[in-house]
T-cell receptor, first 108, second 117 residues
């Protein structure tokens, strides 16, 4: 079974708007990661947040983590057409287990 | 190498045939992972190597699937008696450490798309 589950499954917004994706996971974690996949193959690591952190920023990305609710959110600010992709959260210790992903479409 | 390399990028085979998929990880990465991804789904964990040994093979769906990493670098995923349901993109990833204390940031290859007719 998948460790993380993203919500929503699909999101379509206008360029310049902010996009928020949520992830829930099932077990205890050391850290939680977010990855991006552009149409097809190869996931790219975006950001990692450790279990003792509550919020982390990287450029236009902001990740929050609530270990009491076993949930995380990824916020992309000032979205661009190039942000169109699928976004996955991944959690685990020795192995990362991925969620089903959120398909984000940025409309110009 | 500069990145994770997977070959072939595409493989079309007939039901019942044997298939090998190869992964060449980033030099110096001790941990290597295989995932399988079906259309519209997230990557599904198959197996993870720490060095030469399979540290966790709990994701292999059945005994038709087998993976090796004999020298702790290149890995081969082997699928016997392929079935149509095996059609998917097989992703390989590597990381510097796979240990419990490590932050396992994965670098993925572009994947091998397997189509079983």
């Amino acid at each position: 079974s998948q460790q993380g589950e993203e919500d929503p499954q699909a999101l379509s917004i206008q360029e310049g708007e902010n996009a928020t994706m949520n992830c829930s996971y099932k077990t205890s974690i050391n850290n939680l990661q977010w990855y991006r996949q552009n149409s097809g193959r190869g996931l790219v690591h975006l950001i990692l947040i450790r279990s003792n952190e509550r919020e982390k920023h990287s450029g236009r990305l902001r990740v929050t983590l609530d270990t009491s609710k076993k949930s995380s959110s990824l916020l992309i600010t000032a979205s661009r057409a190039a942000d169109t992709a699928s976004y996955f959260c991944a959690a685990g210790a020795q192995k990362l287990v991925f969620g089903q992903g959120t398909r984000l479409t940025i409309n110009p | 190498g500069a990145g994770v390399s997977q070959t072939p990028s595409n493989k079309v085979t007939e039901k019942g045939k044997y298939v090998e998929l190869r992964c060449d990880p980033i030099s110096g990465h001790t941990a290597l992972y295989w995932y399988r991804q079906s259309l519209g789904q997230g990557p599904e964990f198959l197996i993870y190597f720490q060095g030469t040994g399979a540290a966790d093979d709990s994701g292999l769906p059945n005994d038709r699937f087998f993976a090796v990493r004999p020298e702790g670098s290149v890995s081969t995923l082997k699928i016997q008696r392929t079935e149509r349901g095996d059609s998917a993109v097989y992703l390989c990833a590597s990381s510097l450490t796979g240990g419990r204390a490590g932050a396992n940031v994965l670098t993925f290859g572009a994947g091998s798309r397997l189509t079983v007719l």
